[in-house]
């Protein structure tokens, strides 16, 4: 019966982890702008203009 | 973005081919502007395609066809002069130490993704901005750059060339308002969510007995755990509803927290007394239980528009800085050091900033949204002219008579509608706080019956039924009731075009028995609507007209030139502008004249009002008249409302419409024109004083007095991102055809609240009867406890989308 202090620890630790990771999301403003996110992953920093800048300097 | 060809090119035939800007997607009225194959409507618009172009920015124009605004009205190249004054300047930096800075700015201009692409590729433009982030749901783009390679008036300057100018307003020099969501709130949410899931874990084996064979000193372990995962929720979690009643207690008041406090005081003092006397496991379950869900319903119901602002006055619309004249030359000073006999200069479209005389020049002053007065003011120098009209033509001077917080304007937020508090007022009103009112006594007493009952019959059994009682009795249901269902409400609110300010403001709308409404601006809109009178022109002579009036600055002039755009241009042998009266010209040898009904000869007609203009073709003469256009729809929606509503109109402007729009009103006394800002106001309070609950909807800040006094001040915004008047609700124009509908599902969400209510009842009354019998076992109380929230939240939502559902109104997102 002594894994269930083990479980009982296990099943804390991970919703703590949880826990953790919601209050970090708020804390760094992930729900500020929620359209904003959803289309910043889709757009690439473009290799072209990038390459086009070095040269100009 | 849809490229819709517009009306005015499937009307006329000739220039039905033109092709849209590569920038903007208006179509372009002519073919010169190019860069390779790709067309544009203006110089504006092709400046910002080669700046990009040579920075390799190209890409905004791959994300999103047409991506950008039409920059065919060039911004005066001083008109952010006053940056380079550092003490404005330093009002704006939301950090700065000299080298580095962080700004932030508004930009309306923002609408999709390519905007966001660009808006944070800055830093390719200029090597001085480090880095840039927009926040797309509020609009605002954050700035940081080094102060030593650009200056707060090149990245101003930089945003504006590249066509996102941003709005700067006397209000951004004001104290840093927090709009930030109530991060507290989330905290404490997933807080009590984690210690809820936990002890509902580990309270089953207590639910189940010892069936499942769990020994003694593991069910001793679950309940210290249980306390331990409990602390966190009674002291944090819960800590709002323990303030709020305590508040009310002060002012000796009961509201619904003070009930609830009290069941989680109680249910946690009977846990802790149980687990430390070893007599049982208590109640901590329910407990976080009720805090959670709680939590949940203020969250969801706490929707916030980022974008959109209520409480907005006078300061948001006046700008930040305006150029005196002082011995040693234009200098920019701060809106707010302007003193009386100071000399200011104004541009075109310059907002006048306070009382002033006109010193020098001619001021053409359209005044529509201070007074609702939609034709424009020509004022002669040497006159008074008011805060807050907009200056429209060549540049003037004018002598301060008046401090800012002194004008005419700005003292209307003096009066004392403005003192008061709405929001706690609506708090105050609300049925869910008087039935709470009632709901504790009945408790109360209830509790007391059952103590003495048990104290006389059992003493034994007096304290765990008395307790149990006001456990179960918690109101949580009924809030919960109220919470959901004005979440929902508010959903589809915002879903059909109404952005309310909070979840009071539904029930107050369910209380509306009448409307006023504002002309200039909600019921009409600013496309001018031009009615001809006399001999009908030609195809050729509209040409003739168009070519005439289209150099003159003359708004008559610009109206017709709008009103024949696309007709095509032709030259003309003389061309004259004499002022005050009128263009003479020639074409193709024919005479034409337009101007003044003298200067043009049109004696034979009666226009209804001033605004007139007169063309005249070799003697013939045709008159035209600019009315305001009533937005489309008005009239189903005024019909509609008509049937459950009184209806009023209250209108700065003068009464050339009246005709136009008495058939809408059941008597003609309802019809008010040429009101004040303060009569505006005033008869609102009248009404109220008649004991009516009135919903005022107007636009400008002249009715800002009015929508602050009635019952429901309700904005009517073309675009809910620009400039509104401080008020409990704002109606995206464009869905104005649902407002009835959503009227009546404010009204019905009265009965809504009292179903859920009703079922949330049963549970409590099964619940306490058990309690008061002393039978509730915490397994019972497990059970019951969220069934009848999940229950009460699902009938909640269900039966309020459903109704919307049923009067056509879309439940769900449109993103």
Same mark, same amino acid.
């Given at each position: 019966m002594s894994t269930l202090y083990i479980l009982v620890i296990a099943s804390i630790l991970l919703a703590g982890s949880f826990l953790v990771a919601f209050i970090w999301s708020i804390k760094t403003d992930q729900y500020e702008d929620q359209e904003g996110a959803a289309m910043r992953m889709l757009q690439e920093d473009n290799i072209v203009s990038n390459q086009s800048l070095h040269i100009k300097d | 973005m849809i490229d819709t060809e517009p009306e005015l090119l499937t009307k006329n035939k000739k220039v039905k081919a033109a092709t849209l800007c590569f920038h903007c997607g208006t179509p372009c009225v002519t073919n010169t502007i190019q860069i390779e194959d790709k067309a544009f409507c203006c110089d504006g618009c092709k400046l910002v395609y080669e700046i990009l172009n040579q920075n390799g920015l190209c890409d905004y124009y791959t994300l999103q066809s047409h991506p950008g605004l039409t920059q065919i009205k060039p911004v005066r190249s001083? =008109?952010?002069?006053?940056?380079?004054n550092e003490e404005i300047a330093g009002k704006l930096y939301k950090f700065t130490d000299g080298v580095r800075s962080i700004v932030t700015f508004y930009i309306p201009g923002v609408h999709c993704s390519s905007c966001m692409w660009l808006l944070e590729h800055l830093h390719k433009l200029n090597l001085g901005i480090t880095e840039s982030r927009l926040n797309f749901t509020a609009k605002e783009v954050t700035i940081h750059f080094n102060n030593g390679e650009i200056t707060l008036r090149k990245v101003v300057e930089l945003l504006v060339t590249i066509g996102y100018e941003p709005y700067i307003s006397l209000d951004d020099a004001g104290e840093k308002k927090i =709009?930030?969501?109530n991060k507290q709130r989330l905290y404490k949410l997933g807080i009590a969510g984690f210690c809820f899931g936990n002890i509902m874990m580990m309270s089953f084996p207590e639910y189940f007995g010892n069936g499942l064979g769990i020994e003694k000193q593991y069910a001793e372990l679950f309940r210290v755990l249980n306390l331990i995962l409990a602390l966190p929720v009674f002291f944090y979690a819960a800590s709002e509803f323990f303030i709020t009643a305590w508040k009310g207690l002060q002012q000796k008041l009961l509201n619904i927290d003070t009930p609830i406090a009290l069941a989680i005081i109680i249910t946690f003092s009977r846990s802790v007394y149980e687990i430390a006397t070893h007599t049982g496991s208590g109640y901590l379950d329910s407990m976080s239980g009720i805090v959670f869900f709680m939590l949940v319903g203020r969250v969801v119901q706490e929707r916030s528009y980022r974008s959109i602002s209520f409480h907005r006055d006078y300061k948001s619309y006046f700008p930040i800085a305006v150029s005196v004249v002082t011995s040693a030359g234009l200098v920019c000073r701060n809106i707010q050091e302007l003193k009386e006999k100071d000399v200011v200069q104004l541009n075109n479209?310059?907002?006048?900033p306070a009382d002033a005389i006109i010193v020098k020049g001619n001021a053409r002053i359209d005044y529509s949204f201070v007074t609702g007065e939609s034709e424009l003011v020509n004022i002669k120098e040497g006159k008074v002219i008011y805060a807050g009209g907009k200056h429209v033509g060549e540049q003037i001077t004018i002598q301060i008579i008046k401090p800012v917080a002194g004008s005419y304007l700005t003292s209307l937020w003096n009066h004392y509608a403005f003192s008061k508090n709405k929001v706690e007022e609506n708090r105050r009103e609300s049925v869910i706080h008087l039935l709470s009112k009632y709901f504790t006594w009945a408790l109360l007493s209830l509790a007391g019956i059952t103590a003495i009952y048990w104290g006389i019959n059992d003493p034994s059994k007096m304290l765990q039924s008395v307790t149990a009682m006001l456990i179960v009795a918690c109101p949580c249901a009924l809030l919960l009731s109220s919470t959901f269902t004005n979440a929902n409400l508010l959903r589809i609110f915002s879903n059909n075009g109404i952005f309310l300010r909070d979840a009071s403001v539904i029930e107050q709308i369910s209380a509306i028995d009448h409307i006023v409404f504002d002309k200039t601006g909600t019921l009409t809109h600013g496309n001018d609507d031009v009615v001809t009178q006399g001999s009908e022109l030609s195809e050729q002579e509209k040409t003739w007209v168009y070519s005439v009036v289209r150099?003159? =600055?003359h708004p008559y002039s610009q109206m017709l030139a709008r009103h024949f755009a696309g007709t095509g241009i032709v030259d003309t042998t003389y061309w004259l502008e004499i002022p005050g009266k009128g263009l003479h010209a020639e074409i193709e040898g024919h005479k034409i004249k337009v101007g003044s009904k003298i200067f043009a000869g049109g004696d034979a007609y009666q226009p209804t009002d001033t605004a007139a203009v007169y063309v005249n073709i070799d003697g013939k003469v045709t008159m035209f008249q600019v009315l305001p256009a009533l937005r489309s729809n008005v009239p189903q929606i005024m019909a509609s409302l008509n049937k459950n509503y009184k209806l009023s109109l209250l209108s700065g402007d003068n009464n050339r419409q009246q005709k136009e729009l008495e058939p809408f009103f059941s008597s003609k006394n309802a019809l008010h024109f040429e009101q004040k800002p303060i009569d505006k106001l005033n008869y609102i309070e009248a009404l109220q004083k008649g004991n009516e609950k009135v919903m005022m909807i107007g636009d400008g800040l002249n009715d800002a007095g009015a929508l602050q006094q009635s019952n429901v001040g309700v904005t009517l915004a073309d675009d809910v991102n620009t400039f509104t008047p401080s008020c409990d609700a704002i109606i995206d124009a464009r869905q104005l055809r649902k407002f009835p509908a959503l009227m009546r599902l404010a009204r019905r969400s009265g009965l809504l609240i009292s179903m859920s209510f009703g079922v949330s009842l049963l549970y409590n009354v099964v619940g306490l009867s058990l309690a008061m019998q002393g039978l509730m076992k915490p397994v019972l109380a497990a059970i019951l406890m969220p069934c009848s929230t999940l229950s009460i939240v699902l009938i909640a939502w269900g039966i309020s989308s459903l109704m919307a559902y049923r009067m056509g109104l879309s439940v769900k997102s449109a993103s």
């Open positions: - | 001083d =008109k952010y002069a006053y940056l380079d =709009k930030s969501f479209d310059d907002i006048i150099s003159s =600055k």
